[in-house]
């Protein structure tokens, strides 16, 4: 089984485990939990792969949807648009915590 199969098996199984944690969120929690679905065998113990800054494979395991880690799961890159480039600008005028002034 290629890498890219194995990543789309993640996909999906990420998929059907969060659709099965909302069900079970929209019916209010009940107890007990509902059964969730299993980690495919095929999976199990898949590694994140991005190339790391030294150019080997990363072998994190703790993977978000993405089939990333933490450290590769990707950065946002900015607004894309010119309304969000705008409210980018907006939100950077506002200034952060305020300083205490000098004595």
Known sequence: MTDAERRRMWR????????????????????????????PEAVQGLQCG???RAGTPCKLTGLYKSGRCKLHGGMSTGPKTDAGREQSR??????????NPSP
């Open 12 to 39: 999906s199984y990420v998929d059907a485990y969060f659709r099965a944690q909302g069900a079970w969120e929209a019916a209010g929690r009940p107890f007990p939990r509902p059964p969730m679905p299993t980690q």
């Open 50 to 52: 991005a190339t790391t």
């Open 90 to 99: 907006i939100n950077g005028a506002k200034g952060g915590r305020p300083r």
